[in-house]
């Protein structure tokens, strides 16, 4: 694992290109590409409703009202795949013109294959259900929405044009402007410069909070789509466990591999030589005794060297400091082999469980490691504390930063560790310095 260091985020981060100013957002919002998408969404959402709900209701209610027969359940099940395939295009409409982006829902499963298993499956399944419920929802909001978007969008802009067109009245109407009251005994018309003016700015406040007007209501729109028409919270989440599982998987085996090479190329290849060597003294023990004694005490010092190497397999795969003492002197012992001063404060109330406390133990030694080849750090800090339900680790160098998970480095990796775990790794390293990695894990006694 390596922790990238940059030395800065390059030219005009987090400036726009070039020198020249951009109108406030809320006066680019009118003729921004989000609004236009989003009003376009509102506009299409009457007819494609009317369209969902007038399907979803009739063929309902049809296979409903046949279900007395045998054409009940067939008629049901088609409804429900009509359904499903209604949803597959609102998907794709809130994808194109909302940008959002909802997974596919969990698929179909029948147990054999046959019209009658895939009919019990389609009525068996949440998911279809769901999406009928969706028009029945969305078809009374997208009304609602259409009439106010439209409304406020027409006034808006027919207010703010009003100077540009109020010379009709007089022209062609017989009256000075818009006639804004009326009775049997007298008018008010918007004719004169300044009531004109007036409503060209109220024109000018409709016109401007249109868009976000729209935008809250296509909130709603974006809380049906993913609701109704996404996966369910339980499938997202065993989606969500078997990515993780085959996080864990793939790094049990690289660290088998690990271990595996490190026997092979260190203390295995040792004791091989060692074997040889021993033998080569055994031969001439008593031709030779003075070269014997030589070659034995070599084997003696190549003994010393595997035992070394094998303690320090041992404190990679899970040191035995850790086990008896805990976090706080396993951490202090990692810290003592940093290259740069590290302090530790660890404060907990007590051991968490055996494998939470390994994942802690490997995540502070790996960002340590890292400080000690990367950073360029002179000093280093390391806080381990509980709150509420998670298992806070934090670690700091005033080194010259510019760390970035999602360069590819090593920090990447970590983090798909912690995720495995439901863990999360936060990351603050700007420029120069300093580095902030902050560690969350589950807490569990």
């Known amino acids: 694992m390596a922790m990238e260091y940059g030395h800065g985020y390059g030219p005009g981060h987090g400036q726009t290109a070039g020198t020249g100013y951009r109108l406030p957002a809320a006066l680019r919002a009118p003729f921004a590409a989000r609004s236009l998408r989003e009003f376009a969404y509102v506009l299409l959402s009457l007819p494609v409703s009317v369209v969902l709900f007038t399907w979803t209701v009739t063929v309902v209610a049809l296979g409903a009202g046949l279900l007395v027969t045998f054409l009940g359940i067939p008629v049901l099940a088609a409804a429900l795949a009509g359904c499903r395939g209604f949803g597959v295009l609102e998907r794709a409409r809130a994808r194109g013109l909302l940008g959002l982006e909802v997974a596919d829902p969990e698929p179909l499963r029948t147990r054999k294959p046959g019209a009658a298993a895939w009919m019990g499956a389609v009525l068996g ?103 109704l028409l996404g996966p369910s919270p339980l499938s997202a989440r065993v989606v969500e466990l078997e990515s993780d599982r085959g996080t864990v998987v793939d790094t049990a085996a690289a660290d088998l591999r690990r271990i595996e090479r490190d026997l092979h190329d260190g203390a295995q290849a040792r004791l ?22 030589r070659m034995v005490e070599e084997a003696h010092g ?44 660890v404060d907990l109330p007590a051991r968490p469980a055996a494998a939470i406390e390994g994942i802690a133990y490997f995540t502070v030694s790996e960002l340590l490691q890292n400080i000690s080849k990367h ?20 670690v700091t160098d005033d080194g010259r930063g510019g760390a970035d998970p999602t360069r590819g ?26 580095t902030r990695v902050i560690a969350e894990l589950p807490w569990r006694s």
Not at 304 to 325: F, N, S
Not at 375 to 394: I, K
Not at 419 to 434: E, T
């Open 272 to 293: 091989v030589g060692l074997a040889m060597d021993l033998g080569l003294a055994k031969e001439k023990l008593r031709e030779d005794p003075e070269s014997a004694a």
């Open 302 to 345: 190549e003994v010393k060297t595997a035992l070394q190497e094998l303690r320090d397999l041992a404190r990679g795969i899970h040191p035995a400091v850790l086990t008896d003492r805990g976090l706080d002197a396993a951490l202090s012992a990692v810290a003592s082999r940093c290259a740069v001063p590290v302090a530790v404060d």
């Open 375 to 394: 950073s360029g750090a002179r000093t280093a800090s390391v806080d381990v504390w509980h709150t509420e339900d998670r298992l806070m680790l934090q």
């Open 409 to 434: 480095s090593g920090l990447a990796g970590l983090a798909a560790r912690l995720d495995a775990v439901d863990g999360v790794l936060v990351v603050d390293s700007p420029a120069g310095g300093p």
């Open 125 to 227: 399944s949440g998911t279809s259900w769901r999406h009928v419920l969706y028009p029945l929802v969305q078809f009374p909001w997208a009304v609602f929405s259409f009439s106010v978007a439209v409304s406020f969008w027409t006034c808006g802009w027919a207010l703010l044009s009003y100077p540009l067109w109020f010379w009709v009245f007089p022209t062609y109407a017989g009256q000075g402007g818009v006639q804004l009251y009326g009775d049997t005994h007298h008018s008010v018309y918007l004719d004169n410069p300044f009531e004109i003016t007036v409503t060209a700015l109220v024109g000018l406040v409709f016109t401007l909070a249109t868009p976000w007007l729209v935008r809250a209501l296509t909130t709603v729109d974006r809380l049906l789509v993913r609701g």
